[in-house]
């Protein structure tokens, strides 16, 4: 026999979902070699300075040196990307000119992108001489 509670759907249940989305990252032309995870940890204390509510998880999926994949949660992806847009400074101190292409919904198409011929990032990001002088 049925209890008398109706019976409910996945998507009744109180705790929001995680929706992954993709960020589609590149470096400034120019930009020495990085680590993965030197990377993923700049982005992440940047987007989590964004906000005191909790860390937001970010991973770097794929990474060919310039231009990289991102995953962070849906309510994340807007943040992430006013906030990446510019110079990161990686955990090493070095600084890296950043930019934001687009988020895709599925890695696969995220990883479409990868594949095409890049794109370079605005000027606007790119290190200043001075920088570059410097070895950043």
């Known amino acids: 026999m049925r209890s008398g509670s109706p019976k409910r759907s996945s998507t009744s249940s109180a705790k929001p979902s995680r929706r992954p989305r993709y960020l589609a990252v590149e470096l400034a032309p120019g930009?020495?070699?990085?680590?993965?995870?030197?990377?993923?940890?700049a982005l992440a204390q940047r987007l989590a300075s964004a906000t005191p509510e909790g860390r937001p998880r970010v991973r770097v999926l794929r990474f060919d040196g310039q231009r990289s994949l991102v995953e962070v949660d849906h309510l994340w992806v807007g943040p992430a990307r006013?906030?990446?847009n510019g110079t990161l400074t990686l955990p090493d101190g070095r600084s890296v000119g950043v930019a934001t292409r687009r988020a895709y919904g599925t890695m696969r198409k995220g990883k479409r992108w990868l594949r095409a011929s890049p794109v370079?990032?605005?000027?606007?990001?790119?290190?200043?001489?001075?920088q570059r002088a410097r070895g950043h």
């Open 31 to 41: 930009t020495h070699a990085i680590a993965p995870r030197s990377l993923e940890a």
């Open 82 to 84: 006013e906030r990446w």
């Open 120 to 130: 370079r990032v605005p000027e606007s990001v790119e290190l200043s001489s001075s």
